[in-house]
């Protein structure tokens, strides 16, 4: 239903006691004129009582079509579609996941199920990080760099316990896995809300907007498990059809380890430029109108991921170059 | 068919207008109620319609809906069997109902909402997460089974032997022997929500989540796959003496034919009801009639037989909602219509020669 307004949902990461439960009560207390859904994963003890707090299961299930990285959170569908039949309209739905737990399949319940799109659309992924801990959960589990690397947002906290160079060192950490997250330094989750919500990360227009923040990537003494990025540039316009051919395979044979992209395609031949974004191997792209008068004409495009100097991506990018 | 509702026959030419008012419109009440209907059902002396504020609507014909406020929250579920109306709701509590008025409170679950609820002759039955609690006019107690993971769809079987219960990975029947029940699995891959038997027992059927709907023939445990639908089936129904499985997910009526000895195996389904490209949301059996009602996205309804060379008559036209919900009142005189906005057309069907002309 076109005509109806899609709620935006954030999705709240972090590990045990970064201060998601701090960040949530805040959204439930305060005075904010406000009406979000919280959809968490357990209740807290205290036992807030809200009947816009929804309790959840963190059920993934894989999709049957034959993409083993394509996971969606089944109870996240069905409690979307409950609460899109409430009488009252809401401004924002909130999804705790449990600090182990892997963003994705969250962030491709949105991609995948037709009627989770239609009415409510993936607003942007927070990751709660605790300035204290974060640099050796990153080195300790998998699900910390996940949900570094999925982030639009990392809401460093607890940046009162570390002192200016452990807190440089720490978001040097994060913006070499993605350059592409805001960070925000709170003491307490005490950052506004509107800073938090309602950023419209996942929409293709802010990929135009968000200039990456690429650091110099020296690849000393990574292993293989790592999570980094790489991006490129091209001067010279790119070969629509090349790129089809190289960009589908590759996603194919590569998702699991491309854990987002993001992209600004100029294509020989096309006024328009070409937006893409997507998580694993599942992608929203489209025309986005033409280039603005007198801007730079280039393509550009950043993957987030594992193994990814395993995919010859750079040789793949230069490849599509139209002759 | 034709004759006297050519004006309200379906303009194939018209794209982007899409139907207008219909004659069974003007002839209707028409009701915006605030709220989404969430569901409808056939229960006692009238049609109950189920909302997202918790209220829920019976109509009669002949009468003003008498108002009934049960739950606290939204309306996830609805099944009514002869006079008993259960409901399930997001303020955790399973209700049994009566047309006029008599609310007992089955079961709460507190913060867990109750996502599904079927009810047959002596049974109901209702879930609430991968638990699924069963009530039997011999027991005083409630019986528990648990299953693997979220339930997303139950239903009894015609004689009120089998409870079918669908979740991620198949389906697990529950049989009434002697002294228990007992469960078998049918497994496929993938999760399974709205389930339903076939009317002679012989056959199981599941909606997916992929765009799919999912068969086995109980006996064997053989595999229907059918699949194909632009969109997500979120509803069927049985229809006509064959019988058809009418379900929706495409821009017509899909209808698997389930006589023979291997039902819709290796066959192509009749397509019925076609809209242009709208994607069909809700069907409704006409029963006795051949015939069968599809609500579409864009909030038109058409009726057609189960016959691809008869075209379909409109029976609402495209007021912008989805529709959600549909119920004919117990002497099929009148149906009422609900939709994701909260409008409800309840409307007289017609009598007699009128009724005969329409359907």
């Known amino acids: 239903m076109n005509q109806t307004q899609q709620v935006p949902v954030t999705v709240l990461t972090g590990f045990l006691g970064a201060g998601k439960t701090t960040l949530l009560n805040r959204i439930l207390t305060e005075q904010h004129g406000r009406r979000y859904a919280v959809i968490v994963n357990e209740f807290g003890e205290e036992g807030i009582d809200n009947d816009l707090v929804v309790d959840a299961d963190e059920e993934v299930f894989e999709m049957n079509n034959g993409c083993i990285c394509c996971t969606v959170r089944g109870d996240l569908i069905r409690i979307l579609s409950g609460l899109m039949k409430r009488a009252d309209q809401l401004d924002a739905i909130i999804v705790e996941t449990t600090g182990l737990a892997d963003p994705a399949p969250v962030a491709q319940t949105f991609f995948v199920d037709q009627d989770v799109a239609d009415r409510t659309k993936l607003d942007a992924i927070v990751t709660v990080a605790d300035a204290v801990h974060l640099n050796s959960q990153l080195g300790e589990h998998h699900e910390a760099e996940e949900q570094v690397a999925f982030a639009d947002v990392v809401l460093l906290n607890k940046t009162d316990l570390v002192d200016e160079t452990g807190l440089d060192g720490v978001e040097k950490r994060i913006k070499k896995i993605n350059p592409y997250t805001k960070i925000i330094r709170t003491a307490h989750c005490d950052a506004p809300l509107e800073n938090i919500l309602s950023l419209d990360a996942f929409s293709l227009e802010r990929v135009l907007e968000v200039e990456p923040d690429f650091l110099d990537s020296d690849h000393d003494h990574e292993h293989d498990d790592d999570v980094t990025s790489v991006s490129f540039v091209s001067e010279a316009p790119l070969d629509l059809e090349k790129f089809e051919a190289w960009f589908g395979k590759l996603l194919q044979t590569h998702g699991q380890d491309i854990l987002r992209s993001k992209g600004i395609i100029e294509f020989l031949g096309i006024d328009e430029r070409y937006v893409f974004q997507g998580v694993h191997m599942l992608m929203d792209a489209s025309p986005m109108g033409a280039w603005p008068e007198g801007a730079n004409r280039n393509s550009r495009m950043v993957f987030i991921g594992r193994n990814l100097e395993s995919m010859n991506l750079k040789e793949g990018f230069e490849g599509c170059k139209a002759a | ?359």
Not at chain 2, 109 to 129: E, M, N
Not at chain 2, 288 to 307: I, M
Request: glycine share 10%; aromatic share 8%.
């Open chain 2, 1 to 359: 068919m034709q004759s006297g509702v050519t004006s309200t026959t379906v303009d194939r030419t018209a794209k982007r207008i899409g139907i207008s008012e219909t004659e069974v419109e003007r002839r209707g009440l028409k009701y915006e109620l605030g709220a989404p209907v969430t569901g409808a059902a056939t229960v006692g002396d009238a049609v109950a319609v189920g909302f997202g504020d918790g209220s829920i609507r019976f109509f009669r014909p002949g009468q003003k809906p008498s108002v009934q406020q049960s739950h606290l929250g939204v309306i996830l579920c609805m099944a009514a069997y002869q006079d008993v109306l259960v409901t399930g709701g997001d303020d955790g509590r399973c209700l049994k109902i009566t047309p006029n008025g008599i609310m007992q409170e089955l079961a709460d679950f507190d913060t867990k909402w109750v996502d599904c609820v079927a009810a047959t002759q002596g049974l109901v039955a209702c879930s609430s997460g991968k638990n699924v609690q069963l009530w039997s006019a011999r027991q005083s107690k409630p019986i528990n089974f648990v299953h693997s993971s979220t339930v997303g769809g139950l239903s009894f079987d015609v004689r009120g032997q089998r409870l079918a219960v669908a979740h991620y990975g198949g389906v697990t029947v529950w049989e009434r022997t002697k002294r228990k029940w007992k469960s078998s699995t049918f497994a496929w891959k993938g999760f399974h929500g709205a389930v339903t038997f076939s009317p002679d027992g012989k056959y199981l059927v599941s909606a997916m989540q992929e765009n799919a709907v999912h068969g086995w023939r109980i006996r064997d445990k053989a595999n229907l796959a059918m699949s194909g639908y632009p969109a997500k089936v979120k509803s069927f129904a049985w229809a006509g003496d064959t019988p058809f499985l009418v379900t929706s997910g495409a821009d017509e009526a899909i209808c698997w034919p389930f006589d023979g000895k291997n039902g819709p195996m290796e066959r192509s389904p009749l397509c019925v009801a076609h809209n242009r490209k709208q994607i069909a949301t809700c069907v409704l059996a006409l029963q006795n009639e051949d015939a069968v009602f599809a609500g579409f996205r864009d909030g038109s309804v058409l009726l057609a037989k189960l016959d691809e060379t008869v075209d379909p008559i409109a029976i609402r036209g495209s007021s912008g909602a989805e529709i959600t919900a549909m119920a004919l009142s117990p002497s099929k005189s009148h149906l009422a219509i609900g939709d994701a906005k909260g409008n409800v057309l309840w409307a007289p069907l017609g009598t007699g020669a009128a009724y005969e002309r329409n359907v």
